[in-house]
């Protein structure tokens, strides 16, 4: 079965800081790896994804993640936040073969101070 | 992009009363949907999946009888939670995937029972 950790389950940032947001999973196979943010009263939003190719993908917003297989993460960063980031972030996997529902981890609530 | 609604977006019942909760997707077709919990300040837990055509198959630990999915059409699923208690008070959360690997999610509707 899969799983997927996120290890920070509140970041408190300010404006301009960098982010890395932490994200491990545990699968046998190949996987999908996404990270989703949900703005306070909206839907799930898909920042980014990674399907294969090169490990570094770039998503919205400004926003990048890292797939690094020999330590299966897919970190999430941005170089600068902004007060509007504050959000939470989930990061997710599906299996590259067999169904495609998402495995989701447990969530990062980004807070970003003016 | 594709957009999937749902309906309705909170909802308020009594306990023992049953809800319906609709789940569209609104430009494209989709076989597929997958219905997820989100309880608060937790992970989006997949329920079940619905199939248009056929039975929709149950994560372990989900009761088909509770929880009714029904996937009428191309472009509806229904989740019907019967009987509710204060306990299945959550977000409840559709998704349906477009092409083999990205998802499109629905706004969530609020379920709180009383």
């Known amino acids: 079965a899969q799983s997927v950790s996120q290890h920070n389950h509140h970041v408190i940032l300010s404006e301009a800081a960098s982010l890395e947001l932490g994200c491990n999973y545990s699968?046998?196979?190949?996987?999908?790896l996404f990270w989703y943010v949900q703005y306070p009263g909206q839907h799930l939003q898909l920042l980014l994804k990674y399907f294969s190719g090169d490990p570094l993908v770039k998503g919205i917003k400004g926003f990048e993640a890292e797939f690094i297989k020999s330590k299966f993460s897919f970190n999430l960063r941005k170089p600068s936040v902004q007060w509007s980031d504050t959000a939470e972030y989930f990061c997710a996997v599906n299996a590259q073969r067999g169904r495609r529902a998402l495995t989701f981890g447990s969530g990062t609530r980004l807070q970003v101070q003016p | 992009g594709a957009v999937v609604s749902q309906h309705p977006s909170r909802v308020i019942c009594k306990s023992g009363t049953s809800v319906k909760i609709e789940c569209r997707s609104l430009d494209f077709q989709a076989t597929t949907m997958f219905w997820y919990r989100q309880f608060p300040k937790q992970s989006l837990m997949l329920m079940a999946t619905s199939n248009e055509g056929s039975k929709a198959t149950y994560e372990q630990g989900v009761e088909k009888d509770k929880f009714l999915i029904n996937h009428a059409s191309l472009t509806l699923s229904t989740l019907t939670v019967t009987s509710a208690h204060p306990e299945d008070s959550s977000f409840y959360i559709c998704s349906a995937p477009v092409g083999s690997d990205t998802q499109y999610f629905g706004p969530g509707t609020r379920l709180t029972v009383l």
């Open positions: 699968y046998g196979g190949t996987v999908n």
